[in-house]
């Protein structure tokens, strides 16, 4: 997976201030399990791993150096306060579509953090030639998936009690999706296909 490595680190913009995107990497390892610890467990849900455990960490490192991942981290003071994952599969039969994984830090909800990630995912997406991207949150998620939506993302399928939290207790996933090859043609019928 290729995409334009020097668009990072950059500066976005929250309701409270400034926010340095940068991309993940083996050296900020432990600041992402200092960063996961910290999540809720029930925003940690729709994740196929658990980030908390050093292993899981460890192989998302190795995903993102063999190009199966592109993950964005969102820091102040070398702190993490979001970070986004674009997943693709480029030996399955969906290598054109890209999964999205957005996760923001509990003091940083509702100050558009996780909207600034999910754009950066997006352009990633469209850098990489993806068709699609789709993204898995509990149904309960009212907010993300607002966002999601807001975005273009469209609700697909709904997982009644597909996972299980460590109580025993079960939750609904939702899958929502993005016709990205649709969004080309909308650029490319205005000539704006270019940037991307």
Same mark, same amino acid.
Request: proline share 2%; aromatic share 6%; glycine share 6%.
């Given at each position: ?15 409270? $201030? ?8 083996? &050296? ?34 190795? !995903?993102? &150096? ?11 003071? #070398? ?10 599969? #480029?030996? !399955?039969? !969906?290598? @054109?579509?890209?999964?999205? /994984?957005?996760?923001?830090?509990? &003091?940083?909800?509702? +100050?558009?953090?996780? /909207?600034?990630?999910? +754009?950066?995912?997006?352009?990633? *997406?469209? +850098?990489? $030639? ?5 993204? +898995? =949150? ?13 975005? *273009? ?6 997982? /009644?009690?597909?996972? =299980?939290?460590?109580? *025993?207790?079960? @939750?609904?996933?939702?899958?929502? !999706? ?19």
């Amino acid at each position: 997976m290729k995409n334009d490595n020097n668009r990072y680190p950059l500066t976005g913009s929250c309701k409270d $201030g400034e926010i340095k995107l940068e991309l993940f990497s083996a &050296e900020r390892r432990d600041d992402m399990l200092a960063f996961a610890k910290l999540l809720p467990e029930h925003d940690l849900l729709f994740l196929k791993r658990n980030i908390t455990e050093p292993k899981v960490v460890d192989a998302w490192i190795n !995903s993102i &150096e063999a190009g199966d991942t592109v993950s964005i981290i969102a820091c102040r003071d #070398k702190k993490i306060l979001g970070c986004t994952a674009l997943l693709t599969d #480029k030996f !399955s039969w !969906s290598s @054109h579509v890209g999964e999205v /994984r957005v996760l923001v830090a509990s &003091e940083m909800k509702e +100050q558009g953090l996780g /909207r600034l990630l999910i +754009q950066e995912c997006f352009i990633v *997406g469209l +850098q990489l $030639g993806l068709a699609k991207l789709t993204a +898995q =949150m509990t149904a309960d998620q009212e907010a993300a998936i607002t966002v999601f939506e807001d975005m *273009g993302f469209k609700t697909e399928a709904m997982l /009644r009690d597909h996972v =299980m939290d460590q109580n *025993g207790e079960k @939750h609904d996933i939702i899958t929502l !999706s993005h016709d990205v090859e649709q969004f080309h043609a909308q650029l490319d019928m205005y000539g704006l296909n270019q940037a991307f």
